[in-house]
Nanobody, 120 residues
Framework: QVQLVESGGGLVQPGGSLRLSCLAS????????MAWYRQAPGKQRELVAE???????NYADSVKGRFTISRDNAKNTAYLEMNSLKPEDTAVYYC??????????????WGQGTQVTVSS
């Protein structure tokens, strides 16, 4: 069984910062792409940032220059550093990863989500 668990969400004032973490646990053999998505109330889930195993990154235009995605392959963990946060960044943030388990089966996994609220 493989699980993705996010942490680090919370309430922050506009202009503030947060760091999200996503840990893959269980029968993980290796992790391929890792990504962060978000879903605001009444809106569709959208890609925020993604990173390949080799470190290539891609960002949504709305977060470029403010958010940074990174990963630690040895720890099976991805991070999202969020700076200069705006009220419009308020959403539930989800971690997503393509993972090969110890039985060599490759599947996409989602975390349970962590709430980020940007408000004064």
């Amino acid at each position: 069984q493989v699980q993705l668990v996010e942490s680090g969400g919370g309430l922050v004032q506009p202009g503030g910062s947060l760091r999200l973490s996503c840990l893959a646990s269980g029968n993980v053999d290796s992790m391929y792409s890792m990504a962060w998505y978000r879903q605001a109330p009444g809106k569709q889930r959208e890609l925020v940032a993604e990173i390949t195993r080799g470190g290539y990154t891609n960002y949504a235009d709305s977060v470029k220059g403010r958010f940074t995605i990174s990963r630690d392959n040895a720890k099976n963990t991805a991070y999202l550093e969020m700076n200069s946060l705006k009220p419009e960044d308020t959403a539930v943030y989800y971690c997503n990863s393509r993972i090969k388990n110890v039985a060599s089966i490759i599947l996409d996994y989602w975390g349970q989500g962590t709430q980020v609220t940007v408000s004064s």
